[in-house]
């Protein structure tokens, strides 16, 4: 681990700059594939349909087996794909029944076989999802908890606990879900024969995705196995939702309210939540038994941790020598339009990491949260921001994670309520994450685009002014986005292709400056243009001329760089 005077770890906390460590390379070449990997991420359901040929709607691994060669197009070395295991579908896959097999609804297990062999011929690594902080409330184990008493072998597997009250008819503590209302359920009593009120169970989430108790070592086990099931197929990396979930704290005591205080260290003073449903000292030690597993392959199998921590320094926990490889950075996916904003999320992140002695993530969008251009204001100004900070997340060190659609500039559709999916719709009355998740347009001047057989609505409908953003489009129009993110993966990989990691951020008023391989990135987060650095300009994520215009960003090669 660094120490405060080491390279790679700011000396002065309040100089706005930071520097990574220069003893590691990015992209392929010495530093494992993942380092420098762009990851594109594929929300299954949404991809593409071609199972069965007549269309049934919903994406596929067949569909995602076709449009590979989109993606070699596009220039990414990996892709994420969302949960296709058996499941009863009432959060899309994030609630499993058989973690070993495929859901019928997206093929079989030789479908999934075809799908790896091809991307890997094709060159593409292929990470899975991996689902352990909870099952589907089909899984033999938590229909087995059901039938079963209290106190039973069965229900140890989850969370079982007698209700408050005098007849128990109150949840145990007073943690809420994910999605709304509490975290809790009660089942019927199996000894009563009357339905009469039991024991209730845990569920972070959906009442259809019990949480599994992880200090019950048969957990552990089960988990190891689907591991090493997936890795002896072939995958190259897990996924792993909801990483910092598992454990809970012992006591299961009440959430304090208010659940935010401010805690003040020697530097910064932030507010925090008291959170004794997430991020338990005990989970590493199952990221260290993992990475074990994992480097027992050969061919540098990795995971990405999914750990919406409060703090870099604490996601920087997950991503420590001996576990997890990767964590998602949600830091930039959660910071407003402002220059300093994101200077202290790169600087923040950069010296974060340093300190565990790995590398960052970076993200804008994912299937949970609105997209990026419609988060920053939408129309063309919000294209133009996302594009802008696209350009900027590339050239940073790490490994950057896109989201399936972003390359076409898709915004966040408005879903009619009556077509709305999501559990925590249905939970809370709020719209959801189902306008991020509408099927991609491939091509055609109507639903379904391209995406599956006929013109028939698949699951989420698509909007009917969608033509002008389907693949095929956007193909040869040099001024489109999908061309756009086309020119910068490939300058990603030719700029920077085995530069080493050392970078500096900060801001300069409303423009983010980040100088990586002698390379000068400006964007322009102000409302006036502003000069361009002197020297040649790489690539822009929009025209520019001797200023930098807003809502624009460009990489430039100082004069003197050369
Ligand atoms: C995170 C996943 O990204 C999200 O889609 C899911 O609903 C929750 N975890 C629960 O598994």
Redesign the pocket.
């Known amino acids: 681990m660094s120490t405060a005077a080491s390279p790679g770890v700011p000396t002065d906390p309040t100089d706005p700059t930071a520097v990574l460590s220069p003893a590691r390379a990015s992209g392929r070449g010495e530093a494992p594939w993942w380092r420098g990997a762009v990851v594109y991420q594929v929300y299954i359901r949404s991809f593409a349909d071609a199972f069965p040929a007549a269309g049934d709607g919903i994406g596929d691994l067949a569909g995602i087996t076709e449009r590979l060669p989109h993606l070699v197009d596009l220039g990414v070395d990996a892709l994420w794909i969302?949960p296709f295991y058996t499941s009863p579908q009432h959060?899309?896959g994030?609630?499993v029944a058989d973690y070993t097999d495929v859901d019928p609804l997206f093929g079989d297990l030789a479908a999934f076989d075809a799908m790896l062999g091809r991307a890997h011929e094709l060159d593409l690594r292929v990470i899975v999802d991996l689902?352990p902080?909870?099952t589907s409330s089909e899984h033999p184990w938590f229909q087995a908890a059901l039938a079963s008493p209290p106190g039973s072998p069965e229900r140890a597997r989850y969370l079982f606990r007698d209700g408050k009250g005098p007849d128990g008819a109150e949840p145990p503590n007073n943690w809420e879900s994910?999605?709304g209302g509490p975290a809790w359920t009660r089942v019927p009593d199996p000894s009563s024969g009357s339905g009469r009120g039991g024991q209730w169970y845990l569920h972070l989430?959906d009442t259809s995705?019990p949480d599994l108790d992880w200090r019950n070592p048969e957990v552990g086990d089960m988990f190891e196995d689907v591991l090493r099931f997936w890795l002896d197929r072939g995958v190259d990396g897990f996924r792993v939702?909801?990483a910092h979930g598992l454990f809970k704290e012992a006591s299961l005591r009440d959430q304090r309210r208010p659940r935010k205080t401010k805690e003040a260290s020697s530097m910064v003073e932030r507010t925090l939540t008291d959170e004794p449903m997430w991020d338990q000292p005990e989970v590493h030690e199952v990221y260290r038994r993992w990475r074990r597993i994992l480097d027992s392959y050969p061919g540098e199998r990795m995971a990405v941790a999914?750990a919406w921590t409060q703090t870099a320094e604490s996601m920087a926990r997950f991503i420590r020598p001996d576990e997890l490889h990767q964590a998602f950075n949600f830091g930039w996916l959660g910071t407003e339009w402002s220059a300093p904003a994101f200077a202290e999320v790169v600087v923040g992140s950069l010296a974060a990491v340093a300190e565990a002695d790995s590398a960052p993530t970076w993200v804008l969008s994912?299937?949970?949260v609105v997209r990026h251009p419609t988060r920053y204001g939408g129309g063309p100004v919000g294209l133009a921001r996302g594009r802008a900070a696209t350009l900027a997340m590339l050239a940073l060190p790490g490994s950057a994670y896109l989201y399936q659609g972003e390359e076409l500039g898709l915004e966040q559709v408005d879903v009619p309520p009556e077509a709305r999916q999501d559990?925590s719709w249905f939970r809370t009355g709020k719209p959801g994450?189902d306008g991020c998740r509408v099927p991609i347009p491939w091509s055609g001047q109507a639903p379904t685009y391209g995406f599956g057989a006929g013109t028939t609505q698949p699951w989420i409908p698509q909007p009917t002014d969608w033509s002008d953003v389907t693949v095929t489009a956007e193909t040869g129009d040099e001024g489109s986005t999908l061309s756009f993110y086309r020119r910068a993966l490939a300058a990603r990989r030719t700029v920077l292709a085995g530069a080493d990691e050392a970078t500096r951020a900060r801001a300069d008023g409303d423009v983010l400056v980040i100088e990586r391989a002698g390379i000068t990135v400006v964007l322009n987060a102000g409302a006036e243009a502003v000069p361009l650095p002197g020297g040649e300009v790489l690539i822009s994520s929009d025209r520019v001329s001797e200023t930098l215009p807003p809502d624009t960003a460009a990489w430039v090669r100082p004069a003197t760089g050369r």
Request: net charge negative; hydrophobic share 25%; no cysteine.
């Open positions: 969302t959060d899309h994030y609630d689902v902080n909870h994910i999605f989430f995705q939702d909801v999914e994912n299937h949970d559990p994450r």
